[in-house]
C-alpha cells in the first residue's frame, strides 16, 4: 500500500476498511475498502485520527485480505454453512437451518498452522439453530500471498469437509420407563416430562411411552414391540446401576442388540448404555437424567438426532471435559461440559 496525506487524498481509492470508535455507540467501518474519498470525508478522517490514508498498491504476488477472506470462504464452508461479506476484513459462517456443527479439527489445525491464517469455530458437535455463527475466517495482515490461499484450498480438497450443519433426521421415539415404584403407582412418573421437554428443545415428541416393572423379561419384550411397531429411537430409563436389582442392561443386551458402550467416563452419566437394534438407537438412560441440568444425554442426544454414527471411541473420548461442574445456574451448552 501507499501512504498519502488525506489533505491529498481526493478523489483516490481505500484499499481497506476504516474502522471508526464512537465509544458506548458505534464501531464499525466509517468508510469501506473502495471507497472513493470526497472533500466532506476530510474532516471525518482527521476526527478518527487518520492524518494518512493507505492506497492500493499491492507487491507481486500479494492478494487484499478481503479477496482472501472470500476465498477461504468458498473452501470452508460445507452443507448448511452460509457466509456473507467481509466485514473489517473478515467473513462470519452462519448456520441455514438448525442441527448439529460438525468441524474437521485436524483440516482446521492445519489451516491455521499455515502462516497468517485465522479459521475459528465453535465446538465439533455443538447444537445449533438457524442463523447462528458458528465460525469466522480471516488473514491477519492487510494482504497476503497468493501461495498461502492456495495452500487452503488444497486443504479443501483433501478433505471430503471442514466445516458442517447437519441437519436433525426424522425419528419416531419410543420411551420405556422401568421401576416397581413407578410401574405400581408408589411415586409419579418423574422421567417422562423430563424427555419429553429435553426431545421438544430439538422439535421431536414421543410418539409411545409404557411404564414396566424391574423383570428383565418385560423390559425386553417393551424394548422388541416398540421396535416391531416402527420406533427407530428407543429411550430406556432407569434401573442403569450395577444394583444386583438393576435389570436395564441386560434386558436391552437379551433384545439382541449390539452394545456399543455400557459406562462412559462422564460426570453424571456414568452408566448410560448405547445399543444399536436393527437400526434402531436403544438408549438406556440412567437416573441423573432427571436430576441433573446437563448429563450424557445432553451431550449425545443432538449426535444421534443428527445421524452421526456413534463409536466406543466416541464416547471414550468424552472424559477430557466430561465432568460437569454442577454450576448454580446452568449454561450448557455454552461451556465446557462434553467438549474436548
Known sequence: MKKVPVADSVGMVLSHDMTRIIPGKFKGPAFKKGHVIKPEDIPVLLSMGKDHIYVWDPPAGHIHENDAAYRIAKAVAGIGISYGEPHEGKISFKAEHDGLLRVNKEAVNQINSIMYMCLSTLHDNFPVTREKIVAATRVIPLTIEDKAVQEVESLAEKYSWIIKVVQYKPFNIGVVITGNEVYYGRINDAFGPVLRDKLGEYGYSIQEQCYMPDEPAKITEAILNMHKNGRNLILVAGGMSVDPDDNTPG??????????????????????????????????????????????????????LAGEPVSRADITRLGVGGLCESCSECRFPHCGFGKN
Open 251 to 304: 434386558a436391552i443386551k437379551n433384545t439382541g442388540a449390539k452394545i456399543i458402550t455400557y459406562g462412559t467416563p462422564v460426570l453424571p452419566g456414568a452408566m448410560f448404555m448405547v445399543a444399536e437394534l436393527e437400526g434402531t438407537v436403544v438408549l438406556g438412560l440412567p437416573a441423573c437424567v432427571i436430576h441433573a441440568k446437563a448429563t450424557i444425554l445432553d451431550i449425545m442426544l443432538p449426535r444421534i
